[in-house]
């Protein structure tokens, strides 16, 4: 984050020069290792589908930072319908597919330094161009989730989530 400056960890001690821009999960909540082995599912870096029932893509909640030009981003996943997952498949490596409505789905990450929990709330994956994650807009409700993707966060707020996420036990 190259407007927000470094910081010493009240954590751990140390000095973070570059604090992270964001954090992102590997899989849905849902995944379990035992489902790589299953013909009818599978975990890509950007898809993922559970028992050939349950369909997630990943995007990026995108937060901004007062008071900087930065951005910070979580790494999410979300469930979609079969029909609009067949549909983002089928757009995937197509130039213009940013000009698609966005799908509807629910958030499949918990991101545990949020109370009440983020799993399940209702959002909107807007496609961007080839190359790029989508955009997952939460639904604009009190959640504080939900809350700090409308109205930015403090470079603090950044510290205070580097800090819970690098020490979750601290």
């Not at 954090?23 to 082995?37: C, I, L, R, T």
């Amino acid at each position: 984050m190259a407007d927000v400056p470094g910081f010493t960890c009240s954590c751990c001690g140390e000095y973070h020069a570059e604090p992270p821009t964001g954090f992102s999960a590997a899989a849905p909540h849902v995944w379990k290792e035992k489902y790589g082995k299953r013909r009818d599912s599978m975990l890509s870096e950007d898809q993922c589908v559970v028992k050939g029932k349950h369909f997630f893509v990943k995007g990026l909640i995108e937060i901004p930072v007062l008071g900087t030009t930065d951005v910070f981003s979580w790494g999410v996943w979300v469930s979609l319908s079969e029909p609009n997952f067949a549909r983002a498949t089928e757009l995937w490596t197509t130039p213009g597919r940013e000009g698609e409505p966005p799908y509807f789905g629910w958030l499949t990450t918990d991101l545990l330094v949020y109370s009440p929990g983020t799993l399940n709330l209702k959002t909107h994956v807007h496609t961007r161009p080839v190359g790029e994650r989508p955009t997952i807009e939460l639904e604009p409700t009190d959640h504080p989730l939900a809350v700090e993707q409308r109205t930015g966060i403090t470079p603090e707020r950044v510290r205070e989530i580097v800090e819970a996420v690098l020490h979750p036990s601290a």
